[in-house]
């Protein structure tokens, strides 16, 4: 016969083991009110004809099945928001992860014994502590068209004809409008992005790299291993979980990219075409015109399934193989040992 486990209670007598409870029913309640709900309700309306007319008349819900996803599809400008948002993301990634791979390096190699990293690490890392919105409007002002900074040191500097540029009434003539054109914004918001984020990527490798054994290091040491086969030998291979993450993150984060591109682009900019992302053409869908919710959900539940498919495929091509395959072979062990 068992014995029920008695429970706890305090040493006058009260029980206490449904106080734990209580102190995580908060993050319950919160995720299920702001993140739980949203979503489900962001799946819900992606099939349902729901609007609102510019004459304030509300139409629906009503079930619509997939001919909201069918329409953004064909319509509008969802291919080439996912398009624009793919673009800004890789081209800001790779100068991140590779900048950031070699700080890591730098920081974590015992041999060049690089003074004062700690205040080196901060400085790399302060971009990501200042508000996106905070930078957004820096460089819009740096960039700004046509008598901005940048323009007034491109004519110091003779890139653009100095006479010119200082006459108020021919400026615009010869000054380069940044945020005009489509692939002169993509780089500046690419840019943004990339010195915003390259510090924080940096501290994640830096802390992976440090969780490697240094008895491995000192090993290929031994074994007459030069630096550079050290790091793509033993340092890359056992960085690939920490690889994954910072992939994985990065592109969450990006695939969501929203406020430096709207806050980059100009009224009426011929350059909105190739930076509108996916998300400002969801908030374009829902609070512009006719606010369409249900194709903003769809819109939306697309973007939910495009990234968590990428997703899956980045854990696919950085999965360990060699450590599947010995997992297999013990599972088939265990099954002829028990034949």
């Not at 729901?50 to 599809?73: A, D, E, H, R, S």
């Not at 081209?91 to 041999?111: S, V």
């Not at 053409?281 to 990428?310: C, H, N, P, Q, W």
């Amino acid at each position: 016969m068992t014995q029920k486990t008695p429970k706890k209670r305090h040493a006058k007598g009260v029980d206490t083991s449904r106080y734990g409870y209580y102190f995580i029913a908060p993050f319950f309640i919160v995720y299920l009110v702001f993140q739980a709900y949203p979503l489900l309700n962001t799946v819900y309306l992606a099939f349902q004809r729901y609007m609102i007319t510019g004459t304030n008349k509300v139409v629906g819900p009503t079930f619509y099945g997939l001919k909201n996803f069918q329409n953004v599809l064909t319509k509008g400008s969802t291919i080439a928001a996912f398009q624009n948002t793919i673009i800004m993301w890789v081209i800001n990634f790779i100068p991140q992860i590779l900048l950031a791979l070699l700080l890591a390096k730098w920081f974590t190699d015992t041999r060049l014994k690089i003074r004062g990293q700690g205040a080196i690490k901060v400085m790399v890392y302060m971009p990501n502590i200042i508000t996106a919105a905070s930078i957004s409007v820096l460089f819009y002002s740096l960039f700004a068209y046509p008598q901005g900074p940048v323009n007034s040191l491109l004519a110091q500097v003779g890139v653009i004809d100095k006479a010119t540029y200082l006459n108020t009434g021919t400026a615009a003539t010869v000054a380069i409008p940044f945020l005009e054109k489509g692939w002169h914004t993509r780089l500046i918001i690419a840019f943004i992005n990339f010195w915003m984020w390259y510090g924080n990527t940096m501290i994640v490798l830096v802390a992976g790299m440090l969780g490697i054994s240094p008895n491995l290091f000192e090993a290929a040491e031994v074994d007459g291993a030069t630096p550079n086969q050290i790091f793509t030998k033993i340092t890359m291979p056992l960085l690939k979980p920490i690889m994954l993450y910072t992939l994985v993150t990065s592109l969450i984060g990006g695939m969501q990219m929203y406020d430096i591109p709207q806050m980059m682009q100009q009224q009426g900019s011929p350059a909105k075409d190739m930076t509108m992302t996916v998300t400002m053409y969801i908030m374009e869908l829902v609070y512009t015109g006719t606010k369409d919710y249900g194709r903003g959900a769809a819109v939306s539940v697309l973007l939910f399934l495009f990234t968590g498919v990428l997703s899956i495929i980045l854990f696919f091509i950085m999965s360990d193989r060699d450590e599947a395959r010995a997992r297999k072979a013990q599972r088939k062990a265990r099954k002829g040992a028990k034949a």
